[in-house]
């Protein structure tokens, strides 16, 4: 893998994980990380599950210069060649994107399209 993708999915995971333990944490449950590579579509897929599946994340809208908060997911959006989220029964969501590790990385796409972004 090289230093490129590793950068990028450390930055996608510190921003999921943050955004699970802020919005999604419900008193004495954790969240859940996992990466999965897969060989065959040369694909890196970070995966962050929380309980609270009524907060679904949603790129904020424009954010003053001296707010402190409220661009982790511009960030992932920016980083991630596609991110979206998937319902994790019972009650959770699962928040995922998905890093290419061939090629470079295609341009931003605005918007949201169900489940997935971009």
Partial sequence: MSPRVIERAEHVVAELAA???????????????ALTLDGTADT???????????????????RGPDDESGRGLLLVDALADRWGTDPRPPSGKTVWAEIDQ???RPEAVSGQSGSQCR
């Fill in 102 to 104: 061939q090629g470079e």
């Fill in 44 to 62: 890196l897929r970070i995966a962050v599950s929380d309980t609270r599946g009524e907060n679904r994340p949603a790129i904020p809208p424009d």
């Fill in 19 to 33: 955004n699970a333990a802020l919005h999604g944490r419900v008193q004495g449950r954790d969240f859940l990380v």
